[in-house]
Nanobody
Framework: QVRLVESGGGMVEPGGSLRLSCAASGRTLSMYVMGWFRQDQGNEREFVGAITMAEGLTSYADSVKGRFTVSRDSVRNTVYLQLNSLKPEDTAVYYC????????????WGQGTQVTVSS
């Protein structure tokens, strides 16, 4: 069983930066895809970005391209989401998720961490 724990959320002013972490335990994630999602009140959960743990290949939602970066530390079994040039509309609970490669749906989720962008 994979356990995911996010950290690093908080409140920041527009234009600011944060780095979220997702620490995984339970098994080695070399054959997994790690994703970041976010959900604001009243909205559906949306995809933010993802990374393959083996090769480090990344993909992003158009709304965050050029501002957010997903990276991983395979030794520490940890994934990061660097958030730069934050906007008020980035305010949401950010979730880390994992799925085995080849699966269409994410099978493991963290508890989420709140990011608030406000002046």
């Amino acid at each position: 069983q994979v356990r995911l724990v996010e950290s690093g959320g908080g409140m920041v002013e527009p234009g600011g930066s944060l780095r979220l972490s997702c620490a995984a335990s339970g098994r080695t994630l070399s054959m997994y895809v790690m994703g970041w999602f976010r959900q604001d009140q009243g909205n559906e959960r949306e995809f933010v970005g993802a990374i393959t743990m083996a090769e480090g290949l990344t993909s992003y939602a158009d709304s965050v391209k050029g501002r957010f970066t997903v990276s991983r530390d395979s030794v520490r079994n940890t994934v990061y989401l660097q958030l730069n040039s934050l906007k008020p509309e980035d305010t949401a609970v950010y979730y880390c998720a994992a799925k085995p490669r080849g699966e269409s749906k994410y099978t493991h989720w963290g508890q989420g961490t709140q990011v608030t962008v406000s002046s």
